[in-house]
């Protein structure tokens, strides 16, 4: 699938979902915003993507949100037309598509606004040096509902409300972010597209199907209390216990050999 506001750039068993809007800031507009689900869609189906970078274009900035001018102009349509209007247009994410699959965001520069969406969600995140982050919602008298709601389940909340409240005042910087847990990582600019190649090549030595249940026990988890959260992790083991990889795991250990894991299953 060709797209024009974004990338899918796919490697051996990687593929790099590059939002790539950089004279606007990679800023969301009403066409992103379904190329967006669309992407998430085909990289579901692909058998051949076990991770996911997530990035933007050029050096200036992951994402700065919805595109201010698209929004003034008064025709913007976020979403498809089924969902405009509504908490379903917002699918920007792999969460937010259900996608199990290991995604790790590379922050290349500013996060504000929308596109804090992209650190809510993310499983991993790494940062260049330059990466700043800030909420400017209630700044142009909008009101900050949906991304930081998401962010107050990585870091405490008070970091989340300082962002919101202060609607871009104060920008927080790369260390900062790794010191509230934002991010794990902060790298030299150059180094940050390595880096997470690196982490998706240590990710992928495990078990692709492993790999995606994981992921979804623990996201599932925090949308219920504790015991419910329990009882939903062991459905998922269970689930997966007569899966060839954990037999295959086993014997590779007891071979002394690297494990030839099954594909993802799309269904």
Known sequence: MTFETIRL????????????????????????????????????????????????????????????????????????????????????????????????????????????????DSDLIIASERATFFDNHVRVGLVSGAEPIGLARRIRLESVLRMAFLGGAERMDAQHAKAIGLVSEVVPQDQLRQRAEQLAQQILENSPTALARTKQAIWESLDVGLDEAVELGWKVIEGYRGHPDAAEGARAFAERRKPRWMPLSTS
């Open 9 to 120: 750039e796919k490697g051996d068993r990687v593929a790099w979902l590059v939002l790539a809007r950089p004279d606007r800031g990679n800023a969301i507009n009403g066409l992103m915003s379904r190329e967006l689900p669309a992407a998430w869609q085909e990289i579901k189906r692909d058998p051949d993507i076990c991770v996911v970078i997530v990035t933007g274009d050029g050096d200036r900035a992951l994402c700065t949100g919805f595109d201010v001018a698209d929004v003034a102009s008064g025709t913007a349509t976020v979403g498809a037309p089924e969902d405009r209007g509504t908490l379903a247009a917002l699918r920007f994410t792999a969460l937010q598509n259900r996608c199990w699959k290991p995604v790790i965001t590379a922050v290349n520069g500013m996060v504000t606004g929308g596109g804090l969406h992209f650190l809510a």
